[in-house]
């Protein structure tokens, strides 16, 4: 039997970067069982900047934003992509949690850069 779409998007690379002090999670493709097994597994997710799995689907775990605590949230997705990427949840869910939510389609090109101790994010 071949794999399915979603052991694909499970397999995906996932980063978590420190730079100083400031740290950057990347969850690639990840769906809802695999973002709770790795929050599970231990790993200290903390970040200060996320990259939303799968382009904002709704295939998200409800509880990942309690344990990565992001005040950034990245949404890297295709202007008038036909899959209803970022979901509505999605970006309620990001608002409730108070993450500064930026996205391709929406903003383009998108840079987070530290500045006097704050993050801040360059547009173009």
């Not at 100083?20 to 970040?47: I, K, M, V």
Request: proline fraction near 4%.
């Amino acid at each position: 039997k071949p794999p399915s779409q979603d052991q694909f998007n499970d397999a995906s690379l996932v980063l978590r970067i420190t730079v100083g002090q400031r740290r950057l999670l990347f969850l690639g493709d990840l769906g809802q069982e695999a973002q709770r097994q790795l929050a599970n597994s231990g790993t200290d997710l903390h970040a200060d900047v996320l990259k939303v799995a799968h382009h904002g689907s709704a295939d998200q775990w409800p509880e990942l934003l309690d344990r990565v605590r992001p005040s950034v949230g990245l949404i890297g997705v295709g202007a008038k992509n036909t899959h209803g990427h970022p979901t509505r949840s999605l970006l309620a869910s990001l608002e409730e949690h108070s993450v500064a939510t930026l996205r391709t389609d929406l903003h383009g090109d998108i840079a987070v850069v530290e500045r006097d101790g704050r993050l801040r994010a360059s547009v173009r």
